[in-house]
């Protein structure tokens, strides 16, 4: 978990970057996917970026605001805790 704070062109950009590894790369996936559909209900302030690689998924947010930026993660926090209960609850994936 990582918070920084960057300015480009005389703006403040505060980004905060977050990696949560799960026991396999098909979970880690299977997170992403059911993460992806969430767009950010506001168009500026705010941009988010995932990916899963190997096990890990990790993902950025950019924002103009704390708390914008405040808002979007624990809105995101709150869905991966909904889809890790859910995981949980069905067990490990079947292989493909």
Same mark, same amino acid.
């Given at each position: 978990?990582?918070?920084?704070?960057?300015?480009?062109?005389?703006?403040?950009?505060?980004?905060?970057?977050?990696?949560?590894?799960?026991?396999?790369?098909? @979970?880690? =996936?299977? &997170?992403?996917?059911? !993460? /992806?559909?969430?767009?950010?209900?506001?168009?500026?302030? #705010?941009?988010? @970026?995932? =990916?899963? &690689?190997?096990?890990? !998924? /990790?993902?950025?947010?950019?924002?103009?605001?704390?708390? #914008?930026?405040?808002?979007?993660?624990?809105?995101?926090?709150?869905?991966?805790?909904?889809?890790?209960?859910?995981?949980?609850?069905?067990?490990?994936?079947?292989?493909?």
């Amino acid at each position: 978990m990582a918070v920084h704070c960057s300015e480009t062109s005389g703006q403040a950009k505060l980004e905060f970057a977050l990696r949560i590894p799960f026991p396999s790369e098909r @979970e880690a =996936r299977i &997170a992403l996917q059911s !993460l /992806s559909p969430d767009r950010e209900p506001r168009r500026g302030g #705010i941009g988010k @970026e995932m =990916r899963a &690689a190997d096990n890990v !998924l /990790s993902v950025t947010w950019a924002a103009d605001e704390a708390r #914008i930026l405040r808002v979007s993660v624990g809105s995101f926090m709150d869905h991966l805790a909904l889809v890790l209960e859910t995981m949980e609850e069905f067990g490990p994936p079947a292989a493909p």
